[in-house]
């Protein structure tokens, strides 16, 4: 080795060194602010190392951050405010899903089952669709009939649907019961503003029978779905 090469050394000139690898412990401490140009890997980045204030600069009030799909990077988008065609716009079902007592009837007429259930009127093109189901009695030699009604902004209630063919209908010659029979009606009644009341009337044509058995469960759901 040459006496200026081995001079340098000995006196720890950097510089002079061009070639070879020097062992970890030869390196000293690096300032993190010397480092002014090139990139980490992402595994050279420790996990929770970054925190919202460095995502700042980043999309705007009101937007959230969103996957653009895989392999691509995510990005900040306007919270979606439009609901697709099919989906629930909004619903409403009957304060209780339990009865404490039969509702029952003996009227050869129809009479209100006191159940009923009360929306905002669909908007546009959507309409509204209706869900019951529950579990109920016909007495011995008798038919038991149950009407769906709408009142559109405080009008008289007015059947959904033929008047001649009941929502639901069951008769036996031997008291029976009946369960959970779903009856399922969509409403596109142009009425698109204001309140519509739902309400279930029902008539057992001799003896008596019952819409909902007390304590049985039962479904009164009334959906705004989008078109």
């Known amino acids: 080795m040459a006496t200026t090469k081995a001079t340098a050394l000995a006196h720890g000139q950097a510089g002079s060194i061009v070639s070879g690898t020097l062992a970890d412990a030869r390196i000293p401490s690096l300032a993190a602010s010397k480092i002014t140009s090139g990139t980490f890997a992402s595994a050279r980045i420790a996990d929770d190392s970054i925190n919202l204030d460095k995502l700042a600069h980043l999309g705007t009030d009101g937007q959230v951050l969103t996957s653009t799909g895989t392999g691509s990077a995510p990005a900040f988008e306007a919270i979606p405010t439009s609901i697709a065609d099919g989906n629930v716009v909004k619903s409403s079902k009957a304060s209780s899903k339990k009865a404490s007592a039969h509702i029952r009837t003996n009227s050869a007429t129809l009479v209100d089952t006191g159940l009923s259930v009360s ?4 908007s546009g093109s959507n309409y509204n669709k209706i869900t019951v189901s529950a579990a109920g009695y016909c007495s011995s030699n008798a038919e038991y009939m149950l009407e769906l009604y709408a009142s559109y902004n405080g009008a008289t209630a007015v059947v959904m649907g033929d008047i001649g063919a009941p929502h639901y209908r069951v008769q036996y010659s031997t008291g029976n019961h009946f369960r959970h029979n779903a009856v399922w009606i969509d409403d596109s009644s142009d009425i698109t503003s204001g309140t ?14 019952y819409f909902v058995h007390v304590s049985a469960d039962y479904t009164f759901l009334v959906q705004e779905i989008k078109v």
């Open 196 to 209: 519509t009341i739902y309400s279930l009337k029902h008539q057992n044509s001799s003896g008596y029978g």
């Open 119 to 122: 929306i905002g009127a669909a």
